[in-house]
């Protein structure tokens, strides 16, 4: 079954850290550039950070680099997203989702861009 599960998810507390996973299953996992994204309650879908499908590679919004990591692991079909310095702006349901190319030239940061996505996993910020 092609799939992608998101976990890590919680309530943490302003300052915290957090690791997100995204395990994949039921397609080459290798092949395939990730990405991250989330949405907050009323506000829209926005892109976190993306890793090529060999993982030499990655992109990140400007609003999330250097506190956001995302790590591929391709021998595990696992996805991570370290996320440093929460605050409770970050509040969001997070997404990992799968590149619509098999190994893509570059890493692909656009919504469109991906064409199979998790379930979502729920990441509240407390002050």
């Known amino acids: 079954q092609v799939r992608l599960v998101e976990s890590g998810g919680g309530l943490v507390q302003a300052g915290a850290s957090l690791r997100l996973s995204c395990a994949a299953s039921?397609?080459?996992?290798?092949?395939?550039?990730m990405g991250w994204f989330r949405q907050a309650p009323g506000k829209e879908q926005e892109f976190i950070a993306a890793?090529?499908?060999?993982?030499?590679?990655?992109k990140y919004a400007d609003s999330m680099e250097g506190r956001f990591t995302i790590s591929k692991d391709n021998a595990k079909n696992t996805v991570y997203l370290q996320m440093n310095s929460l605050t409770v702006e970050d509040t969001s349901v997070y997404y990992c989702?799968?590149?619509?190319?098999?190994?893509?030239?570059?890493?692909?940061?656009?919504?469109?861009?991906?064409?199979?996505w998790g379930k979502g996993t729920l990441v509240t910020v407390s002050s």
């Open positions: 039921g397609f080459p996992f290798s092949d395939y550039a």
């Open positions: 989702a799968r590149d619509r190319q098999r190994r893509r030239s570059f890493t692909p940061t656009r919504k469109q861009d991906f064409n199979l």
């Open positions: 890793i090529k499908w060999g993982a030499d590679s990655t």
